[in-house]
């Protein structure tokens, strides 16, 4: 089995930034997207324990962003003060560099509560049923179907009729909308 | 479906993996590293100073002395497990003949060691400590053992019925069999709903009761459960809660029975602090200290809504100072800003001992921030941390005199330990990471068991 210290190198070296842009899905701000997914490393790697492969640790790490985010951990804003330690190229963070898609779905994203927020990344992002959403997140399912009701009633107006459709009733992942964006799941 | 936000998404999600793909991985992977290890020196030291930034130092570094010899090399590597009678008595913890109560196990990753005589871990003190140690092998389940560990490193293997398959040692009440096991597959600090601990027997298996946050709904997070060690087989189980208040985290804590009652619950607290270690008990088991970033909040742990007493340094302006560790029995460490409110980049530090019990404050040293402390002895030591040099972290004497480097040659920044006047710190030794005791008056050292941390062979989780 690997050193923690050989998984974690792999983990910074290769996974690093996908996991920056996992987190951009909740924190909408970069830099904070950046302080939750490095919260998230150390708090993974912090604790003894098995992580024989960096896949491993990596879920252990995804799992923390979203707990985290939803726990409001990066209040901490452990990251901010080391912000010059990340050197960045300008022109490719600057925001007109990216599509206009994208500044539509971040700032449709960011109208979203953070709970909203986070049910809607876990269920049309990862692709999660509301009972998985509800025990990452630690909520009840009721709960979920709620902020997933709100919000996808919220990305409708804000991205289109046709960005959320409705999706098949009778499964547990299925929130169905009517058409004043009220579940009835 | 929702394809068209399904493809959204992921064009945010790719857009942001390529400009983080663009920063300076190198400067990333060491700031997080750093960060790493510091954590763990944490939960190896067992409480920490406020969250703080990383600061560059200069440690200088003297020639090793050695004064008791090694614990003899490990077997040579065998193919097989085998268990085999443990070795002839020794004296220690207990004076009559040693009569193991079960047989050592023989692998080639794990170390040498005597079998556990009855009485063992009843005579222990906190001089001990438990270990459980993971063979890597493909060996299925690789084997799991737990260590007791002796001042002059000794080791007693101490036969278990518990199953650590997907389990870990959380705390151990020394003077007694009892242990703490939390749930590893649920990775509590992760999760609001946080798995159990069970508090068993681990000698017999008995389980005493299981440990559960309550409510996981409401929003604690990252739990703790640690004895009080007070004389009492008591638990105390502590968490914090955010708030919409950025830097506020709500403490909750709570003191258990064996059989899980509650003895009593600290009413919820709001202060300006963090997440991690939210609360721990003194040595004496007298006092718990709740993890602020300003101020120092202290509870009698017979009552958790009593303000401690005891005079802090700069009762006029509290929010001067922040927690450091404990130092022993109700002494506390306490860092303050000479120059103000508290800030954790402050290079230049007091250094207080406070006895919870009575007595003035004194000042330890004015000096660098350390982020842990410990006594022994007459001496405080501290740990610094560093950026810059072959290790991240070095040793400063904070007290008796003038602040100065403990120099231990290939020093990597863990204290594990605290046991019979020594620190058991990780020393390098080219690939290998040992560990080490080390006589902070005399400089003295002694290897207690070579290439155990960082190992290829083994996985260690040494309690603090």
């Not at chain 1, 990452?136 to 046709?162: H, I, N, Q």
């Not at chain 2, 005493?208 to 009492?232: A, K, N, Y």
């Not at chain 2, 202290?298 to 006029?316: F, I, N, W």
Request: overall charge negative; glycine content about 8%; proline content about 8%.
């Amino acid at each position: 089995m690997p050193r923690w210290q050989d998984v974690f190198d792999e983990v910074v070296r290769d996974r690093r930034p996908a996991l920056v842009g996992y987190a951009a899905l909740f924190a909408i701000d970069r830099g904070d997207a950046e302080d939750l997914a490095h919260d998230a490393i150390v708090r993974t790697f912090a604790r003894p324990r098995a992580l024989r492969d960096a896949g491993t640790a990596e879920a252990y790490i995804r799992s923390a962003i979203r707990t985290s985010f939803v726990d409001a951990a990066r209040r901490r804003r452990t990251w901010s003060s080391k912000a010059h330690l990340f050197v960045a190229i300008d022109d490719v963070r600057s925001p007109e560099h990216a599509t206009a898609a994208v500044l539509d779905v971040r700032a449709a994203l960011g109208e979203l509560a953070p709970r909203e927020r986070a049910c809607a990344v876990l269920r049309y992002f990862d692709d999660l049923p509301v009972a998985e959403i509800a025990h990452e997140l630690g909520l009840s399912p009721g709960a979920v179907k709620r902020y997933l009701s709100d919000a996808t009633a919220r990305l409708r107006v804000s991205l289109g009729p046709d960005a959320v459709l409705d999706e098949p009733a009778g499964t547990d992942e299925a929130v169905t909308l009517h058409r004043d964006g009220r579940s009835r799941s | 479906m929702s394809e068209k936000l399904r493809g959204l998404l992921h064009e945010l999600s790719d857009h942001e993996t390529r400009v983080a793909a663009t920063a300076d991985t190198d400067a990333v992977a060491d700031a997080l590293r750093a960060q790493v290890r510091r954590h763990r020196t944490r939960r190896y030291a067992g409480v920490g100073a406020a969250a703080a930034a990383v600061a560059a130092g200069v440690v200088a570094v003297s020639t090793l002395t050695t004064s008791a010899p090694p614990i003899p090399a490990e077997p040579d590597p065998t193919p097989t497990v085998t268990v085999s009678p443990g070795p002839g008595p020794t004296p220690e913890p207990t004076a009559a003949p040693r009569v193991p109560l079960g047989e050592v196990t023989v692998h080639p990753a794990l170390p040498t060691a005597e079998g556990l005589a009855a009485g063992d871990l009843e005579a222990s003190t906190s001089d001990w400590t438990l270990t459980l140690v993971e063979a890597i092998t493909e060996d299925d389940p690789p084997p799991r053992v737990l260590y007791l560990l002796g001042p002059e490193g000794q080791r007693y293997e101490v036969p278990t019925p518990v199953s650590w398959e997907g389990r870990y040692l959380d705390d151990w009440l020394p003077g007694t069999t009892l242990v703490l096991v939390g749930d590893d597959a649920g990775a509590p600090e992760l999760s609001r709903a946080a798995a159990p601990w069970v508090l068993l027997d681990v000698l017999t298996g008995e389980v005493l009761t299981t440990i559960t946050v309550p409510e996981p709904d409401s929003g604690q997070v990252l739990p703790t459960v640690d004895f009080v060690g007070d004389g009492t087989h008591d638990v105390l189980l502590a968490s914090v809660e955010p708030t919409d208040a950025p830097g506020r985290v709500i403490h909750h804590a709570r003191r258990l029975a064996p059989d899980g009652t509650v003895v009593t619950e600290m009413e919820p607290s709001t202060f300006e602090g963090g997440f991690d270690a939210p609360a721990t008990v003194s040595p004496d088991g007298a006092w718990v200290l709740l993890r602020t970033w300003l101020g120092v909040e202290v509870r009698s742990t017979s009552d958790l809504s009593a303000d401690a007493p005891g005079a802090l340094p700069h009762t006029e302006a509290p929010e001067r100072c922040a927690p450091g560790s404990w130092l022993g029995g109700s002494e506390l460490a306490v860092l303050c800003n000479p120059d103000g409110r508290w800030d954790v980049s402050a290079e230049t530090v007091e250094t207080w001992a406070v006895d919870l019990a009575g007595g003035a404050p004194t000042l330890l040293a004015t000096g660098p921030r350390t982020d842990a402390q410990w006594r022994v002895g007459q001496q405080v030591i501290g740990s610094h941390s560093r950026l810059e040099g072959d290790s991240w972290a070095e040793l400063l004497r904070l007290s008796p005199g003038p602040v100065e480097p403990v120099a231990i040659t290939g020093f990597e920044g863990s204290v594990r330990h605290v046991s019979g006047g020594r620190l058991w710190v990780d020393v390098r030794d080219g690939d290998d990471l040992d560990l080490v005791a080390v006589d902070p008056r005399t400089g003295a050292t002694q290897l207690l068991w070579p290439d155990v941390f960082a190992s290829d062979r083994v996985s260690i989780r040494m309690l603090p």
